[in-house]
């Protein structure tokens, strides 16, 4: 057990439809990091958050949008999903906004696209 | 920005034998190079890491070498067991600015016959 938590662990749901991913990160952690794993892909990072607000994006989509809230959790929002976001969804997190330090990944929400 | 390859993308060894991964990097300020396994369906968990400053790092049967020069670096597992069976990845990532986010390479499956 890393200490990183997310819920839910499943989603399924519609095209078009919208849904909010969480993460709590370890204790005392302040940078959450959030990757999209799709089948037989590796993991593409998405946004870092470091203490409330954003420190790096990466490929992102704008139908996508995240935050962190003051108590150090985080949420990943997907809006107007497509077939092609499904996959798994992973956080994770680090004491600083350093990506040289080890990241501890949650356990993942499997989100599901019908 | 930061490009990681990484080969094979799928290996199969005999428990007992060495097993083998191979990652390079494109930016040459690239500073810490971690390795993840994620077993089916789970979280990828951190096996080993190395820095640049250092050329060569070993933990039990597992060591990772790093050429700086050549900007590559290499996963070495010794006396495989049908345990080590996962899905490797490298990454690497520079703490240079606010950038603070690994990037991954496809990652290799590794299976090991009993």
């Known amino acids: 057990d890393s200490g990183v938590t997310q819920t839910p662990k499943h989603l399924i749901t519609a095209t078009g439809q919208r849904v909010t991913l969480r993460c709590s990160p370890r204790s005392g952690d302040l940078s959450v990091y959030w990757y999209q794993q799709s089948l037989d892909q590796g993991l593409q990072f998405l946004i870092q958050y470091y203490n409330g607000e954003e420190r790096a994006k990466g490929n992102i989509l704008e139908r996508f949008s995240a935050q962190q809230f003051p108590d150090l959790h985080s949420e990943l929002n997907l809006s107007s999903l497509e077939l092609g976001d499904s996959a798994l969804y992973f956080c994770?997190?680090?004491?600083?906004?350093?990506?040289?330090?080890?990241?501890?990944f949650g356990p993942g929400t499997r989100l599901l696209v019908l | 920005g930061e490009n990681v390859e990484q080969h094979p993308s799928t290996l199969s060894v005999q428990e007992g034998d060495s097993a083998v991964i191979k990652c390079t990097y494109s930016?040459?300020?690239?500073?810490?190079f971690p390795w993840y396994k994620q077993e089916l369906g789970k979280r990828p968990q951190l096996i080993i890491d190395?820095?640049?400053?250092?050329g060569e790092k070993k933990d039990q049967r597992i060591a990772v070498t790093l050429n700086k020069t050549a900007k590559h670096f290499s996963l070495h597992i010794t006396e495989t067991q049908p345990e080590d069976s996962a899905v490797y990845f490298c990454?690497?990532?520079?703490?240079?600015?606010?950038?603070?986010?690994?990037?991954f390479g496809k990652g290799t499956k590794l299976s090991v016959k009993p």
């Open positions: 190395i820095r640049s400053n250092v």
């Open positions: 930016d040459s300020a690239s500073n810490y």
């Open positions: 990454a690497a990532s520079t703490d240079g600015g606010s950038q603070g986010n690994l990037i």
């Open positions: 994770a997190s680090t004491s600083s906004q350093l990506a040289s330090e080890t990241q501890y």
